[in-house]
């Protein structure tokens, strides 16, 4: 069974419409529509906003549904200046940047209890959703994906985000999704298109351009599980 969890109905509404066999349950707030896609045997959530949102939908979907993948699409702010508005990133590894314990010695983003700072994303994945943007034709880059409890748009926290982690985008879920992954042993990959260049000017890209960037994000997830 394949887990795909994505924030917002934007970002999952468009793999529910296309799934056959349809069943929908409601755990913890969050409905779970499982059933097939392309023949492959999936379940789909939109978890709502946030660290919190994004790990109790996570945990549940493995819990409940004994998921053995978890891909976490949707949007993202553009770190590195390769990306445009619709590019993708593809994480490698993924880090919660508002963990920080640093006035204790822990280097920033540093989560106690598993004691790294970086999730690395399964590698098979990642290789299967690089294929299928290729495929597609979009601009795509790999690198590390940043989340936190925190909208991006000012150039101080861009600079603290690629100063410190080399991050190429930032959301508010998916090292939350990689984090549940890695404590419960599931192989996990994050794949975000861009929906603004997390500065000055995302808070109007991102209401402008969020649906175009999130059908993006659709698409490639369709022909993974085809090829899947």
């Known amino acids: 069974m394949i887990g795909i969890i994505g924030a917002m109905a934007s970002e999952v509404d468009g793999l529910k419409a296309i799934m056959e066999n349809k069943r929908t349950e409601t755990v913890s707030s969050v409905d779970f529509c499982s059933g097939t896609i392309n023949g492959t045997d999936v379940v789909v959530a939109e978890a709502g906003v946030g660290k919190v949102n994004a790990a109790v939908t996570a945990q549940t979907m493995i819990l409940r549904y004994n998921t053995d993948i978890v891909i976490n699409i949707g949007v993202a702010g553009g770190l590195d200046k390769s990306l445009s508005i619709g590019d993708v990133v593809i994480a490698d590894r993924v880090a919660e940047h508002d963990m920080d314990t640093t006035p204790l010695g ?123």
Request: glycine share 8%; with cysteine; net charge negative.
């Open 106 to 228: 822990d280097e920033p983003g540093f989560i106690t209890g598993i004691n790294r700072v970086y999730m690395e994303c399964d590698p098979e994945i990642m290789q299967l959703l690089e294929r299928c943007t290729e495929k597609i034709g979009i601009h795509t880059i790999t690198g590390t994906i940043v989340s936190g409890d925190q909208f991006i748009c000012r150039d101080d926290q861009r600079e603290k985000l690629t100063g410190i982690f080399n991050a190429a985008a930032a959301e508010m879920e998916g090292a939350s999704i990689g984090h549940v992954c890695t404590m419960n042993n599931v192989r996990f990959g994050v794949l975000r298109a861009i929906s603004d260049g997390a500065n000055s000017d995302s808070e109007m890209d991102f209401p402008t351009f969020c649906q175009m960037a999130a059908d993006n994000s659709i698409e490639i997830i369709k022909l993974l599980l085809k090829e899947m």
